[in-house]
DNA sequence: GTTATTTGACCCTT
DNA sequence: AAGGGTCAAATAAC
């Protein structure tokens, strides 16, 4: 069931992002000779780039998909010979998992961990943060005394976000859960459709997402970075969230209703897209005890732990999607309550 | 009906 | 070969 991703949702909306890009240079273009304030001007820029940022991103996603579009229109035309169709079809499913796997490395991957109240519900479940998972698996790892359950992002066939999510709980502390991000969210976009026939209304969203953003990020932010770095200087200081609903160890329902938290500031599930090496990571995160994060590309995730508070944390040349902000803003200096995140558990 | 979860089988990496 | 990650059929929930 979980095949067919149909590319409309990637063209279409790109196209979108791109025109709404586009939009705003010309915009910037024709208030460059006005005697305008620097501040929108620069607004205008911000806002360009954060929608190339997601087209690129999208880009990506879609990109990712083109193997298996490919695979099927070869597969249409000589359906002639009816064994042909069903060897081409298993040598394009293997085909995919190659592809996947080389994908998979590719993709930024972080940790977060979150303790929850003992007294929840005899365990953790229902976790949110802010995105809608849907579990795909569920293992027992060797040495571990609990399962690890995998997350892939709900959205993945409609929307060909890559995010997913390994959520495990700790040997030493049950109530403390181990979660391994890996990809980021390409499914940013509002249910509602950017639609190119009322700018102003774009304008007006965009600028909400941006500020959003900005306000959360920009304490953070280093000047003085070049635009096409922007990557570096990412608005999202928190890489750490709850999950959003658990495995059942014991049999602990799970609680599925994924209820997108709307007005809430603490729905995280980004990583930083980079981290540049003169930055300490420590400045991004603002950790709780029991919450903390890291992240790294490639890097093996044993002491991503304590590589957290160490800065030299190097992510070397990792091919990172940049991506927009959207219902994910956060202030890093807001340690958010965590009683009553959790308190419906 | 649709959508999500469970769970054993399968594939890939080490 | 072992262990981890993913798939997909069966099942559950809505």
Same mark, same amino acid.
């Given at each position: ?16 992002? @791109? ?5 705003? @240079? ?15 001007? *620069? ?9 190339? *940022? ?27 010979n009816s064994g ?8 394009? $499913? ?7 796997? $080389? *994908? ?34 569920? $293992? ?17 066939? !409609? ?14 502390? =049950? ?42 990020? @920009? ?21 750490? !969230? ?21 007005n809430s500031r ?5 990583? =930083? ?9 420590? $400045? ?62």
């Open positions: 069931m979980e095949s067919c991703g149909d590319e409309g949702w990637g063209l279409s909306s790109l196209v979108d992002v @791109l025109a709404q890009g586009e939009h705003q @240079l010309r915009q910037l273009d024709a208030c460059l000779d006005e005697h305008s304030p620097v501040e929108q001007k *620069k607004q205008l820029v911000r806002q360009a780039q954060a929608a190339f *940022k997601q087209a690129i991103s999208m880009a990506k996603a879609f990109e990712c998909d083109r193997p298996r579009l490919a695979a099927a229109a070869a597969d249409e035309s000589p359906r002639s042909g169709s069903f060897n081409s079809d298993r040598a394009f $499913k293997e085909q995919e998992r190659r592809e996947m796997c $080389k *994908k998979r490395k590719t993709l930024p991957k972080w940790t977060s961990q979150v303790r929850v109240p003992l007294g929840a519900a005899g365990g953790a479940d229902g976790l949110e943060d802010g995105y809608n998972w849907r579990k795909y698996g569920q $293992k027992d790892i060797l040495g571990a005394k609990h399962p690890r359950a995998y997350f892939r992002c709900t959205h993945r066939n !409609t929307a060909g976000c890559v995010a997913m999510k390994q959520v495990q709980r700790s040997d030493d502390d =049950p109530a403390v859960f181990v979660i391994t991000y890996r990809g980021e969210h390409t499914c940013l976009q509002k249910p509602q459709k950017l639609s190119s026939s009322s700018p102003i209304n774009q304008e007006a969203e965009q600028d909400q997402q941006l500020h959003l953003s900005f306000q959360t990020g @920009l304490k953070v932010k280093t000047e003085g970075l070049s635009l096409e770095d922007g990557d570096r200087n990412s608005p999202f200081s928190f890489p750490s !969230t709850p999950v959003s609903s658990f495995m059942s160890e014991n049999n602990l329902l799970s609680s599925p209703p994924p209820r997108v938290i709307e603490f729905a995280g599930g980004f990583p =930083p897209p980079f981290i540049s090496p003169t930055t300490p990571e420590s $400045k991004y995160f603002s950790m709780s005890p029991w919450r903390v994060g890291s992240y790294g590309g490639e890097a093996d995730l044993a002491d991503v732990v304590s590589a957290v508070t160490s800065a030299n944390n190097s992510s070397s040349a990792m091919d990172v999607a940049p991506f927009m902000l959207d219902s994910a803003g956060f202030d890093p200096a807001l340690s958010f309550d965590e009683s009553s995140f959790f308190h419906d558990l």
